[in-house]
């Protein structure tokens, strides 16, 4: 069993910055790629930001040149450095991550329990 728990999130003015964690735990052989989802009401969830193991990193093109995704393979962690925050960024935020429980078996998703972030105009 792999748990990921968030951390980081809160209430910031506009123009702001928060950074997000993410630990996973558990049964973990290796971990391919980590990734930031965001939620806010009445949307679907859709991607922030994602890296792989080897720390390639792509962005959703509304937070490129904002936000900064980074990763400490040792402690299976990711991080979201979210800076310039705009009322549109306020949402819930989950980290999902590809793990391998063993080393004979697939990878499969696990995700965070989420983050509010609350952006005040």
Not at 9 to 16: N, P, R, T
Not at 35 to 64: C, E, F, H
Not at 66 to 93: G, H
């Amino acid at each position: 069993q792999v748990q990921l728990v968030e951390s980081g999130g809160g209430l910031v003015q506009a123009g702001g910055s928060l950074r997000l964690s993410c630990a996973a735990s558990g049964r973990i052989f290796s971990i391919n790629y980590m990734a930031w989802y965001r939620q806010a009401p009445g949307n679907q969830r859709a991607l922030v930001a994602g890296i792989t193991g080897g720390g390639s990193s792509n962005y959703a093109d509304s937070v490129k040149g904002r936000f900064v995704i980074s990763r400490d393979n040792a402690k299976n962690t990711v991080y979201l450095q979210m800076n310039s925050l705009e009322p549109e960024d306020a949402a819930v935020y989950y980290c999902a991550a590809d793990v391998r429980e063993y080393a004979y078996s697939a990878y499969d998703t696990y995700w965070g329990q989420g983050t509010q972030v609350t952006v005040s105009s």
